[in-house]
């Protein structure tokens, strides 16, 4: 289930704001789907890059829904980022906290699975025989 959608963003930044970041070839007024699903699957793809693993595809946290938005948004925004306000802080602060879940620091909530470790989302497991040589059975070579 993805945990953003263009209805999200619609609910979380208006129509009418959305309408005017996403203007390109879309009529004056309405959002163009097109450059929000891109701004969407691009802010879907740094989230994912934070905490792939380390959540039920299933049941996504809300957590990740917030977040992914404000990169969106700043996504959006571009280069007019700085005339918003809140558009920078929130960028910087999604990026904070996806930094945090990763390092363990941060919790999505209770849909993390219980077979994965805070900051080492599903690690292979390695095995070796008993190492031949040591420091100490090699001295005097």
Request: glycine fraction near 8%; hydrophobic fraction near 40%.
């Amino acid at each position: 289930m993805p945990y953003l959608l263009p209805s999200d963003m619609i609910d979380r930044y208006g129509e009418a704001f959305l309408a005017e970041v996403t203007a390109r070839d879309a009529a004056p007024g309405v959002v163009d789907m097109g450059v929000l699903q891109v701004a969407i699957d691009d802010a879907v793809s740094v989230t994912e890059s934070y905490v792939a693993g380390l959540y039920n595809a299933d049941t996504p946290p809300r957590a990740l829904t917030m977040h992914a938005a404000s990169i969106a948004w700043h996504r959006l925004l571009g280069a007019r980022a700085a005339a918003y306000d809140g558009a920078k802080e929130g960028y910087d602060a999604a990026l904070s906290f996806l930094r945090e879940v990763r390092r363990g620091e941060a919790s999505l909530g209770d849909e993390t699975p219980a077979d994965t470790g805070p900051g080492n989302p599903q690690l292979p497991q390695i095995s070796a025989p008993q190492a031949t040589f040591s420091r100490d059975s090699l001295k005097g070579f």
